[in-house]
Structure formats: C-alpha cells, structure tokens
C-alpha cells in the first residue's frame, strides 16, 4: 500500500478526542503564559512600542559611546527612566515605554552624544518614536480590521456554503489565532506594527485550507447516499489530505527561507508565520472538520428525535 | 479544442511579455516611472506625524490643518526631497504625517516643518504693518555692504499690498524703529531713515547661513496657521533597509527553487507545468506592483515571499483531483479535464474568501496593514490567473502522446 492509500484509510473524525486535547492543552499553556504575563507584567501579551508608544534610538557615533555617560546626558535632557545598552562595536541602544522621548529632544540628546564622541553615523541611525495616543489607535484600527475581516469571511462562506460551514471554519481559524497569540505570549515576542500582517496572513491561510476541506464535503454531501455524516466528512478530509500537506509544505518552505535569510528584523514576523501555517493546516482537517460533524450530528439527532 | 489552445496561449504570452517589459523597465533600465516604490522601512528616510493643537489665538479647524498641509507641502518640496508625502491621517483628522524617503537629517525636517514661522513687521505702538502673507520672495544673500561683507542676510520683496502698507508705515515712522519678528523673536529693530516704497529689503538678525536660508524658505513657504506638535517620528538610516531588501531577494529566488523542486518531486510533469506557471506569476505579481506604484515595505515583501508558497496552492487542487480522477480508470486527457473543471469552484472559493478579507482590512487597516492588503489580494488575481488558465493551458499544450501513455512520467 503506497502512503496515499494508507491516507485514505485514516480515521481522523473517529480520533475526535484525541486532537481536541491537543489542542486543548496548547492553548491552555498559552493561556497561562498570557496569565503569568498579565500577573507579573500587567499585559498578556509583551506589546511593542508600536502599540504602546515609546522610543527606541539606536545609532554608532565615531568613538564608542559610555553607557554611564550617555544616561547622564539622558537624564540632563530630563529622561531618567531610559534603558541604554551598547549595541555592536561604537553603537548605543536608547529605549523607554509607553511614554515617548519628545521628538523635539531627541535631536537634542544626539546632537549632546556627538559632542563627547563625534559624528553620528547616519547611514545605520534609527529612531523610532510613537506617542502612546498613536500607539493605541493603531491597536484599534488594527483590531477592528481583524474582527471585520472574520465577520465577513464567515457571511461569505454562510452565502456560498452554509452557516455551519462557516461557523466551523471560523471556529478553526479562532483556534490558530489562540494558537500563535499562546506561543507568541509563552516566549514573550514583543509585538508591533507588522505582526498585524503576519496575523492576516494566518487568518488568511487558515481560511483557504478551511474552504477546499468544506468544499470536498459540500460535493460529498451532494452525491450522499445514506452513509452517516462522519464517515462522508472523514473521507472528504483523507482525500484531501495530500494537498493541504502539500501547499502547506511548500508555502513552509518559502517562509523558512525568509526566517533564515531574511535576518533579525523579519524573525519575529517570519517565527508567527510559521506557526501560523502549522497550526492553520492543523485546524482544517482536525479541529473544523470535527466540529462541523459533531454540529451535523447533532442537528440530525434532534431531527431524529422529533420525528420519533 | 486546438484553436483554443492556441488562444489562450497567445493571451498568455502576451501578458507574460508585457510584464517582463515593464519588469525590465523598472529594475533594470530603471525607468523613472516604473521603478519599485520602497518603504521607509527598506530605503530609509524620515517620517513624522504632527498634530494640530487649539491655541487662543488659532482653532486647529478643518480649514487651518488642510492649510498646514500645503505649507508643509511647499516646504518639503522647497528641501528637495523626491517622492515626499504630506497627507492628512483621515479626513476628520488632526493629523498630519510627512515622510521624506531617504532623507538624513531628522532635526532639520523637524526644524523646518513644524515651525510655525510667521513673520510680523510691527512699529514701535506694536501695529502689525506687514505679515508674511504680503511676502513674495524670501532669499539667502550674503551681504555686499563694507561693515557686514559676507554675512548671511534674507533679502525679501513684498507683494503690491504689502508694498503699499509698507510704503505708508514706513512714511508715518521716519525716525522711529520697526521691528521685525519670526515667530514673536525679534530678528531686527532697524531705524526707518527714509521710505521704502519699492517694497524690498534685507533682514540681517545675526544669523548662520543655515539659519538664514532656513528661514527664508520658511517665509517663501508661508506661515503654519495653527500650532502643530510633532507626536511621532521614525527615523531610519538607509543602509539598514538595503540589506534587507538584497537578502530579501535571494530569499526569494530561493524559496522559488525549492517549491519548484518539492512540487516536481511530488507532481512530476505537471509539477513542472506548476514550475512554469509560477515564473509567469512572479512575472505578473512583480510588474503589476510596479504599474500600481505598489509601496513595498518589510511585511509587504514577506508576504510576497509567502505568496510563493502559496500561489501553487490551486496547483496542488487540481493536480490531487487529476489524480483521483485518474484513479477512476479514466484516460489522461478526460481526467485532466475533469480535475480541472471540478477543482474549480474550490480553487474560486478559497480565492474569493480571501479577497473579501483583504477588502475589508483596506479600508480599515493603516498604513502597515493596507500594504498587506494589496499585496494579498494582487497576489491571489494572479495565481488564479496562472495557476488555473495558465496551468491549464500549458498542461494541454506540452501533453505529447508519450507521456500521456506513462502516468507516471506524468504524475509520479
């Protein structure tokens, strides 16, 4: 028997309990981690300074700078409550939260920094500045995007296939969500302005893998003959097995290049990818379509039961 | 059926060819008007959002931020900065963010335009005899007198309503100071000796030359009608983002080889056909953001990169459904059309699930999230272009007869 036909004779639906637990226990130890956060670091999630606001400096100056002597130009520009690091060979790393250096000084406190030690090297400099008022309406919009999206995703897969369908698929999509904001809590990745588009791309994936698994049981369900429902659908996610491995994998593939190659200031963007493109893969077969059965089953159940 | 074919082959090399023209243009003729739009994030630059504040005196109205904005706008033109962008967050919206894409210098940006830089000639009863709305040039000069040679001076000329209430007031005040302020700072207090009725002069207050000229393309800019705070400002140097961008792209290449490999291992021919239909995706993706001026920043350019895994996606339908089909002891050409049409409305339904997604982030998202946005959606018109009508097309076209006979030439 070749790998493919063994597919086929799969149980996946009747192994119900199994991947529910599973998944159980991933999103509960994210659901700690966000806990511990909120206890000991008053947020769930470690949020960057581009939700909360605050600043980060980062330059290299011709000699390399002291990081005493730097906080106390800090402090004589009236901000003590900075984090300074070295950062590289002749670098310095100038960081404070959820309450911004005013831009209006910061040229002020470099400008105090290239006395001591000569000219900044503008080529590498970076300031990031975000007032916190920004910070959180960017949280907003961004949030307000996301549920939207999902709204209407499921009104389009209501139209085109049914309520429950769709409420399967977002269901499974909610579980990819929880999924990567667990991991992402667990080891505490700070979180900024591009997550939101690693999140639509999971959101994204998700849906798609989630949509050729409903269609297989939608075309099932038209050629049905009297064989139970969980059946119809195990052998609607078994046929479809390969290929959601299959896109899954290559689009794996692609991402794991970019995690590799695309160095630090893509990781953590590239990390929620990878995580998404699993667990989305994961929840189509395992956690919507099972759903989706116990639904079917049970409406067909209470039918049952009224006809008796 | 055959003239079909031919059809459909001809449409789609057509499209392949104008889209490596354009390709061509913009990244290696590098064409001015195609070449790829980078985001601060990638060339650098500087960004700032300002925002307007209510004073006693100025209301940040509606009308005095649309006002700033095209201040801001002759200012940011004056300093030379190509492709620069002033726009007002939102039509409701106090605020205003500029960037100035690889530009260097933060503090002087900051310096120049959030300065409010209103210009009073005022006589010693304090009457306001000229603003800076009666200006009409402003320049840096160095003055030619023997006692101040060489000392950065702005030389101004007013319009025909400043030069006649300057010609007045400067009649009415022989004798006595006028005094010229910037933004309530006394620049100079000369003494009129006689009236000035030409409307020009020369303001010297001590300044640097960088200060003058400053100043003076502040003046020829015009006053800010309303205070404005700058809230946010992000500045990045631009070897940071180049970096990115050359690994980015070899990523890229990479990440193409290998999903071309993986489904040659898995599909055989058609993962071939599948290897093809992807170069003429990344073909149509990469020209069509460089028609729409598509802004590629850091997310962008990774989900670009995820597109590649993903586009082979409607691949992978129909391949699988081709082989089922295949299964049902069908011939190869009956199975090859079956899978196509019955893989269809799965392939439409993913797709068009995922372009109402991205609709609604467009409209709701920001800045970030819109690139996203289109980014996804262009990606997803062009796969079902090339995955499904390109693919198919291919997959008749190369179909000799001996491999039709070898399944597993064909399908591994």
């Not at chain 2, 190509?82 to 919206?93: F, T």
């Not at chain 2, 620049?187 to 960088?210: C, N, W, Y």
Request: hydrophobic letters at 50%.
């Amino acid at each position: 028997m070749t790998f493919r036909e063994r597919i086929l004779t799969w149980d996946i639906i009747g192994k119900t309990h199994t991947w529910f637990t599973a998944s159980s226990i991933i999103i509960a130890i994210g659901i700690v981690a966000m806990v511990v956060n909120m206890v000991s670091f008053g947020s769930p999630l470690k949020f960057g300074i581009d939700f909360i606001g605050g600043t980060v400096i980062n330059a290299s100056f011709e000699k390399a700078p002291d990081e005493a002597v730097v906080r106390d130009i800090l402090s004589a520009n009236g901000y003590s409550n900075v984090t300074v690091q070295r950062a590289g060979a002749k670098g310095i790393t100038m960081k404070v939260e959820t309450s911004e250096i005013d831009p209006a000084v910061s040229g002020k406190i470099i400008s105090d920094i290239v006395a001591k030690y000569g000219a900044v090297d503008t080529a590498t400099e970076e300031i990031t500045s975000i007032a916190p008022v920004i910070g959180r309406d960017l949280l907003r919009r961004s949030s307000l995007a996301l549920v939207l999206s999902l709204l209407f995703t499921l009104l389009y897969i209501t139209i085109r296939f049914k309520f429950s369908f769709g409420l399967a698929t977002i269901l499974g999509m909610v579980h990819d969500i929880f999924v990567a904001l667990g991991i992402l809590a667990v080891f505490r990745v700070p979180l900024n302005a591009p997550f939101v588009g690693a999140f639509l791309a999971i959101i994204t994936y998700s849906v798609q893998d989630g949509v050729v698994v409903m269609d297989r049981i939608r075309e099932k369900l038209r050629y049905r003959a009297k064989e139970p429902f969980d059946k119809l659908a195990n052998a609607a996610v078994t046929e479809t097995w390969m290929r959601s491995f299959n896109t899954s994998f290559t689009t794996f593939l692609a991402v794991l290049v970019l995690f590799i190659m695309g160095g630090a200031p893509i990781r953590d963007f590239s990390t929620t990818l990878l995580v998404g493109i699993i667990s989305g893969t994961y929840s189509s077969i395992y956690i919507s379509t099972p759903l989706l059965v116990l639904w079917v089953q049970g409406r067909e159940k209470a039918a049952a039961l009224q006809k008796a | 059926m055959r003239s079909k074919v031919t059809a459909s082959l001809i449409l789609v090399i057509v499209v392949a060819i104008v889209a490596g023209v354009i390709n061509y243009q913009g990244l290696i003729a590098k064409n001015t008007k195609l070449v790829p739009k980078l985001g601060l994030d990638l060339r650098g630059g500087v960004r700032i959002v300002l925002e307007g504040q209510d004073t006693e005196s100025a209301k940040a109205t509606n009308d005095a931020i649309n006002a700033a904005v095209s201040v801001i706008d002759k200012r940011v033109n004056a300093l030379g900065v190509s492709e620069a962008v002033v726009v007002r967050e939102g039509a409701n919206s106090k605020r205003i963010m500029v960037e100035l894409p690889g530009w260097e210098d933060p503090e002087r940006a900051k310096q120049l335009i959030g300065k409010t830089a209103l210009l009073e000639f005022k006589t010693e009863d304090g009457k306001v005899v000229v603003n800076g709305s009666n200006l009409k040039t402003a320049q840096l000069i160095f003055s030619q007198a023997q006692e101040s040679l060489g000392e950065p001076q702005i030389s101004f000329e007013l319009d025909a309503a400043g030069t006649t209430a300057f010609a007045a007031a400067t009649q009415a005040n022989i004798g006595k100071k006028i005094t010229i302020y910037l933004d309530s700072q006394v620049l100079m207090s000369p003494t009129v000796e006689v009236a000035i009725t030409d409307g020009k002069g020369v303001i010297s207050g001590g300044f640097t030359a960088e200060q003058a000229s400053n100043d003076a393309l502040l003046l020829k800019s015009g006053s800010l009608p309303v205070k404005l705070v700058t809230l946010s400002e992000e500045v990045v140097g631009p070897s940071l983002g180049s970096v990115f961008v050359h690994r980015s792209a070899l990523a890229a290449v990479i990440a193409f080889l290998l999903v071309v490999i993986w489904m040659f291992l898995m599909y055989r021919y058609l993962g071939l056909v599948s290897g093809i239909a992807l170069v003429v995706y990344a073909d149509i993706l990469m020209a069509t953001y460089l028609v729409l001026h598509a802004t590629l920043s850091l997310p962008a350019i990774g989900g670009a990169i995820l597109s590649i895994g993903m586009a082979v996606d409607a691949n992978c339908i129909i391949f699988e459904r081709i082989r089922e089909e295949l299964g049902m002891k069908k011939t190869v050409k009956s199975a090859i059309g079956a899978g196509f049409s019955r893989a269809f409305r799965a392939v439409f339904d993913s797709n068009l699930t995922v372009l109402v997604g991205t609709v609604f982030l467009f409209y709701f998202g920001s800045g970030t999230v819109r690139g996203f946005a289109v980014t996804l959606a262009l990606g997803v018109l062009a796969s079902m272009f090339t995955a499904v009508f390109a693919s198919h097309m291919l997959v008749d076209l190369l179909l000799t007869p001996g491999i039709a006979k070898n399944s597993r030439k064909f399908l591994g």
